[in-house]
């Protein structure tokens, strides 16, 4: 990776674990003996609002912040969230995305459509895109709230983190008792992506 710092922006609705990812991912990072800096709105958004969120991993990282049109990767938990916030990826960036729709707050209060034409507006954009269902693999994993944990698993097998570590970094980042099902969750994300 040498002096690289990848971008990963992070997009999704409230009360879909946005901030578990973020968290994850960085401490992933950390024990892969890399430096990582993220942020996200934590607090700031209500339950169906959109949440958002950086994470910069590299050799030496001074900033989670970074300009639209510098991201290499956009994580959306949801694809409308991901269109949004397409425009923080450079041309040629990676759109990973959950198919699954969920009506953010916008949708349910204007009675707007929800864009079926998501997948066409990015790709000419000029991104490349990886989707998987979320929920499906959640819920073979167990538990439909695990998307967030399946998405985590997607993004990794795009970032340069040690599997090994990002287990461990799973293992303190979940609710005791709930480690296998999770793991679960992330290696089917992870292989839905590679």
Not at 98 to 125: H, Y
């Amino acid at each position: 990776m040498q002096n690289q710092t990848i971008n990963v922006f992070l997009a999704g609705v409230g009360g879909q674990g946005l901030v578990l990812v973020n968290r994850l991912l960085v401490r992933a990072a950390v024990l892969s003996g890399l430096d990582a800096k993220c942020t996200d709105t934590h607090g700031l958004a209500m339950r169906g609002g959109g949440v958002m969120g950086t994470l910069r991993i590299g050799a030496k990282v001074g900033t989670s912040i970074f300009a639209p049109g510098e991201g290499d990767f956009l994580l959306g938990l949801e694809p409308l969230e991901a269109l949004r916030w397409s425009h923080m990826l450079k041309k040629g960036g990676t759109v990973v995305v959950s198919t699954d729709q969920l009506r953010p707050t916008l949708i349910l209060l204007e009675q707007l459509p929800f864009p079926t034409d998501w997948r066409d507006v990015l790709s000419k954009a000029g991104l490349k895109i990886k989707e998987l269902s979320g929920a499906e693999l959640a819920l073979a994993a167990g538990d439909y709230r695990m998307i967030n944990v399946v998405m985590a698993g997607a993004i990794s097998a795009c970032l340069p983190l040690d599997f090994e570590k990002l287990k461990e970094a799973l293992r303190a980042s979940v609710p005791e008792g709930t480690f296998d099902k999770n793991l679960t969750a992330l290696i089917a994300g992870r292989e839905s992506c590679r």
